[in-house]
C-alpha cells in the first residue's frame, strides 16, 4: 500500500453560497491523497497498473468547471464520485478544497474542508 499525492492544484471557479461569490469567482486550491497497491506498477514500471494521476487530476479539473456549487462539501463529494466512478485501484481518496481569500469580512488566508472516502 502507499500514497499518491497531488498538492495545489489550482483553478479559478465561480462556486459559493453568495451571488456574488458565483458572479466574480474566486481562487481555489485542491489537494489530493489517493491510497492504492503501489507494488505492480512498482515492479513493472507501467502506467497500465498504476493509478494514471494525470487522470485524476482531468476529473477534478472537470468537477472544478463543471456546476456552480453552494458548498465546498458538494465540490469534494463530487470529485470523490468520479474518481471512484471512473479510475480503478483507489484504495481511499481524500480532498482537500480550499477557497483563497474569501469574503467573511476580514483578511482570511482560506477557508476549506476535507473529505474522505
Same mark, same amino acid.
Given at each position: 500500500?502507499? @500514497?499518491?499525492? =497531488? +498538492? +495545489?492544484?489550482?483553478?479559478?471557479?465561480? !462556486?459559493? !453560497?453568495?451571488?456574488?461569490?458565483?458572479?466574480?469567482?474566486?481562487?481555489? $486550491?485542491?489537494?489530493? +491523497?489517493?491510497?492504492?497497491? $503501489?507494488?505492480?506498477?512498482? +515492479? #513493472?514500471?507501467?502506467?497500465?497498473?498504476?493509478?494514471?494521476?494525470?487522470?485524476?487530476?482531468?476529473?477534478? @479539473? *472537470?468537477?472544478?468547471?463543471? *456546476? @456552480?456549487?453552494? $458548498?465546498?462539501?458538494?465540490?469534494?463529494?463530487?470529485?470523490?464520485? %468520479?474518481?471512484? #466512478?471512473?479510475?480503478?485501484? =483507489?484504495? @481511499? %481518496?481524500?480532498?482537500?478544497?480550499? *477557497?483563497? !481569500?474569501?469574503?467573511?469580512?476580514?483578511?482570511? *488566508? #482560506?477557508?476549506?474542508?476535507?473529505?474522505?472516502?
Amino acid at each position: 500500500m502507499g @500514497k499518491i499525492v =497531488i +498538492e +495545489e492544484m489550482e483553478f479559478y471557479a465561480f !462556486h459559493g !453560497h453568495y451571488q456574488e461569490e458565483q458572479i466574480v469567482g474566486n481562487r481555489f $486550491l485542491v489537494d489530493l +491523497e489517493i491510497e492504492s497497491n $503501489l507494488l505492480a506498477p512498482a +515492479e #513493472s514500471d507501467q502506467l497500465a497498473d498504476a493509478v494514471n494521476y494525470q487522470q485524476a487530476y482531468q476529473l477534478i @479539473k *472537470k468537477e472544478m468547471r463543471r *456546476k @456552480k456549487s453552494n $458548498l465546498l462539501e458538494n465540490i469534494a463529494k463530487r470529485i470523490l464520485d %468520479a474518481l471512484f #466512478s471512473e479510475m480503478d485501484g =483507489i484504495e @481511499k %481518496a481524500t480532498v482537500r478544497i480550499r *477557497k483563497m !481569500h474569501p469574503p467573511m469580512g476580514g483578511p482570511i *488566508k #482560506s477557508v476549506g474542508i476535507t473529505m474522505s472516502r
